[in-house]
């Protein structure tokens, strides 16, 4: 069910990848006039039948809207095709949909404003075909007054439109945090039916089964969350030593089952290292030490 927020304010969408493609699509979707660019012109050719004003630059692509969306494969090649633009973008919204780090975020907002344009930056948490739906999730950070006066035509990328805060930064920091969840469950998932495997218990039996446990994980985690905002961690549920012992196991029958073990090697390294700080009769929720700590060369 598409996300609606019909407008008429006019928006360029600068790069055609699979990602941009879906961007224009949703502005056109909620009537917005849209004009495109990309490298290689035929990738515009199916948003020009829907509507879309390709233009014969990316110059003329930024100078036809007061809101410029920018969005390609990473922050190099934004900037190879932003920095020739500076005039142009004066005056200017200009938003990055790119990929990136929030170093380069900051860079690109120091930059953008010495340029007079007025830089949003955004990280997309969804695929392109859940842009324009209620599920996509968009996340902002810059000036609130740019995103407040753009925030009706940005919500026709997705319901989930939501402005995080003025330091350009947050929005990469959010986008990477959440990837980092995402991979170890997927790395979790992946060990756990490789493991499961050596039974002849298939994959989709783990995902059904993994269901209930990662509500449940949402619940406690939330209270650990508490623990870790108060700088305590009571071992209220178990103890790290607790932890370890399971780990242990992991990584024995990992072993005997002949399957990698790296992942639960590397669990077991940092809880090593909790336990060697005093940490072992603590929750799990003080291993967060560890990660706030630089990776160093220590066994
Ligand atoms: P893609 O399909 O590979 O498209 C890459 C785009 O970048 C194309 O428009 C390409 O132009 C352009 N590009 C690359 N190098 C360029 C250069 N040097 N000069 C000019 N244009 C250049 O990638 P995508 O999926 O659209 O991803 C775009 C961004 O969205 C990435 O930062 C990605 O991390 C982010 N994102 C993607 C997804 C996803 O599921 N796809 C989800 C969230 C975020 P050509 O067409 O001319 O090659």
Not at 76 to 85: F, S, Y
Not at 135 to 140: E, K, R, S
Request: net charge negative.
């Amino acid at each position: 069910m598409p996300y609606s927020d019909a407008g008429h304010a006019p928006v360029t969408v600068i790069g055609l990848g699979r990602m941009g493609q879906a961007l224009a699509r949703a502005f056109l979707a909620d009537g917005h006039p849209t004009t495109v660019w990309n490298r290689s012109a035929a990738k515009a050719e199916q948003l020009v039948a829907r509507g879309a004003i390709l233009a014969a630059s990316a110059r003329a692509a930024a100078a036809a809207s007061p809101l410029v969306v920018i969005c390609v494969a990473d922050y190099q090649a934004a900037r190879e095709l932003l920095d020739p633009l500076g005039d142009v973008l004066a005056g200017r919204v200009l938003v990055n949909l790119t990929s990136g780090t929030s170093k380069q975020a900051r860079e690109t907002a120091d930059w953008a404003t010495l340029q007079g344009a007025t830089y949003l930056d955004g990280v997309i948490l969804a695929f392109p075909q859940g842009i324009g739906t209620a599920d996509a999730v968009l996340l902002y950070s810059g000036p609130r007054p740019a995103f407040d006066t753009h925030e009706s035509t940005l919500q026709s990328l997705g319901a989930g439109t939501t402005y995080l805060g003025v330091d350009h930064g947050l929005s990469s920091l959010y986008d990477l945090a959440m990837l980092s969840v995402m991979w170890s469950v997927l790395n979790g998932f992946l060990h756990g039916t490789a493991l499961l495997g050596t039974a002849q218990v298939d994959a989709a039996t783990l995902a059904q089964f993994m269901k209930q446990g990662i509500g449940s994980m949402i619940e406690w985690i939330s209270a650990y969350a508490e623990q870790i905002d108060a700088g305590k961690y009571p071992a209220v549920d178990s103890t790290i030593n607790t932890h370890l012992a399971g780990m242990k196991h992991l990584i024995q029958e990992s072993e005997s089952l002949g399957i990698n073990v790296e992942l639960p090697k590397f669990v077991k390294t940092l809880t090593d290292r909790a336990v060697a700080d005093g940490r072992g009769g603590d929750s799990y929720a003080a291993m967060i030490e560890q990660f706030r700590k630089p990776t160093t060369a220590r066994p």
